[in-house]
């Protein structure tokens, strides 16, 4: 990923989703399948981290999550499923 093109950063940051969409993601509403990917990679992302190191928590962050908080409850049922 020399700039940010397949990795988690490339998928889910704002700029990505805006890339993508051609709107910021407080533009898109709650059902736009753009949220499906972003909640995917990051339950992938959330479901390694709690295998590799154990965590009993994984902290999430960033502009896109803080507004939409819906997206965190997606996440952590998408990374549950397979602990």
Same mark, same amino acid.
């Given at each position: 990923?020399?700039?940010? @093109? ?13 890339? #993508?969409?051609? #709107?910021? @993601?407080? *533009? ?10 972003? !909640? ?5 992302? !959330? ?9 009993? #928590? ?14 965190? *409850? #997606? ?5 549950? @499923?397979?602990?």
């Amino acid at each position: 990923c020399p700039f940010h @093109g397949g990795c988690v950063e490339g998928i889910i940051a704002g700029p990505a989703l805006a890339a #993508r969409t051609g #709107r910021s @993601g407080e *533009a898109l509403d709650e059902m736009h399948p753009v949220w499906n990917p972003f !909640v995917h990679v990051l339950a992938r992302l !959330v479901h390694t981290i709690v295998l590799t190191g154990a965590s009993e #928590r994984v902290a999430l962050g960033g502009g896109v999550l803080a507004n939409r908080p819906g997206l965190v *409850a #997606r996440v952590e049922a998408a990374a549950g @499923g397979g602990l």
